[in-house]
């Protein structure tokens, strides 16, 4: 009888370690497998990043408020998709945005975020990204799919230019307007649209300009070439540069307007905290740079090997993205570049703009339906 049943343990001991064999290979060695394949046989080739060219060291910022939810607001919350950028027009104190679902926005903030008032403005049929107030107080909008566009007051819009070198732009991006009437936007990939934008941060390779319009003689100019995803643009005080964000470079560079260096681009900050979207001049001295995402760690080790980029895209193609953003924000750096205080949350992600106006910081955001809004005041960086 004691054989019989040492068999039987025996035999069940055998069908256990053939069916664990069986787990092993269907959860282990074949996704390692099909892993292998896919990434053989996917052409997607990403490209070594030139971080070389970043400042060794990390910047440091001497005044953090890392709650940047504790105590926001939110505006217009439900009635506004993805308010991307903002523009503040101080007569009347209006806010105005683009959305995702093709609208530019008119906001009218009171004192109660409650009693705010959002008004469907003008439709692009496109997505608006950078926008800004003209000279005449009209509206100057980036649309990723239509082009550079001018909204009059009254809500006319016309296309100002949607090609290049006799070729269509791919993805208009950023855009501010100099006191003698000179536009300048971003584009930033020739390569990919807004729906595909994810594949030009993964393939890491210069594919955007900083371009320049002149509504004088209706001629679109390239300035400057070869740049990693190319996005938010602001015009310095003094007129004399045009500051622009390097998204996947981390970074901001300036080129020069005027004088015997025109033409030519300075880095003016680097190594930056997190990964830069619009910057906005709040005419108190500061720039505001928006994070969509902190770099660190998932970002960080992405950019440094084209490998993670490849695998990443793949699982993208196969299976979806995965959401990797955390920690957006927003940077102050005065003047020269210098850092000031970094505003962001943990929770937060995908900011894409903001500025200060008055007391608050005023925050957009490229998926989130609101605006974000902070008394600086009460919840300063310290």
Not at 71 to 89: H, K, N, V
Not at 179 to 187: A, Q, R
Not at 277 to 286: A, V
Not at 343 to 363: T, V
Request: negative net charge.
């Amino acid at each position: 009888m004691s054989e019989v049943v040492t068999e039987s343990v025996g035999a069940s001991d055998r069908k256990r370690s053939v069916l664990w064999s069986y787990a092993v290979f269907l959860t282990v060695i074949v996704p390692i497998a099909l892993a292998v394949v896919f990434y053989r046989v996917d052409p997607f080739d990403p490209a070594e990043l030139p971080l070389h060219e970043l400042a060794q060291q990390d910047l440091v910022v001497p005044r953090v408020n890392d709650r940047l939810l504790h105590g926001s607001e939110f505006i217009g919350s439900g009635q506004m998709l993805g308010p991307e950028d903002i523009a503040f027009e101080p007569e009347s104190g209006v806010i105005y945005t683009g959305c995702a679902d093709g609208w530019v926005k008119r906001v009218k903030v009171n004192d109660s975020v409650s009693d705010s008032v959002v008004e469907n403005w003008v439709y692009t049929g496109g997505r608006p990204l950078g926008l800004v107030l003209g000279l005449n107080n009209e509206v100057i909008v980036a649309d990723a799919f239509k082009g550079l566009l001018n909204l009059s007051r009254n809500g006319n819009m016309e296309l100002l230019t949607d090609e290049v070198e006799g070729r269509k732009l791919k993805f208009a991006d950023g855009v501010d307007v100099a006191k003698d009437g000179m536009i300048y936007f971003t584009e930033a990939s020739y390569k990919y649209d807004l729906s595909g934008f994810i594949w030009d941060v993964f393939e890491g390779k210069p594919h955007g300009s900083l371009m320049s319009f002149d509504p004088t003689t209706r001629r679109t100019k390239v300035l400057v070439r070869n740049l990693y995803f190319p996005n938010g643009v602001q015009v310095s005080p003094d007129q004399k540069s045009v500051i622009f964000c390097e998204t996947v470079m981390r970074r901001c560079k300036k080129y020069i307007r005027e004088g015997e260096r025109e033409g030519s681009v300075d880095m003016f900050v680097d190594n930056l905290v997190g990964v830069p979207d619009n910057i906005r001049y709040d005419g108190e001295e500061h720039y505001w740079i928006a994070f969509s995402t902190s770099v660190k760690p998932y970002w960080d080790i992405a950019f440094k090997y084209p490998l993670v980029r490849k695998i990443l895209a793949i699982v993208t193609r196969y299976i979806g993205r995965p959401q990797m953003e955390k920690n957006g924000g927003l940077l102050a750096i005065d003047m020269e570049g210098k850092p000031i205080a970094h505003y962001y949350d943990p929770k937060l992600s995908m900011i894409s703009g903001g500025n200060k106006i008055g007391r608050h910081l005023y925050i957009g955001f490229l998926h989130h339906p609101y605006i974000m809004r902070l008394n600086l005041d009460q919840h300063a960086a310290s």
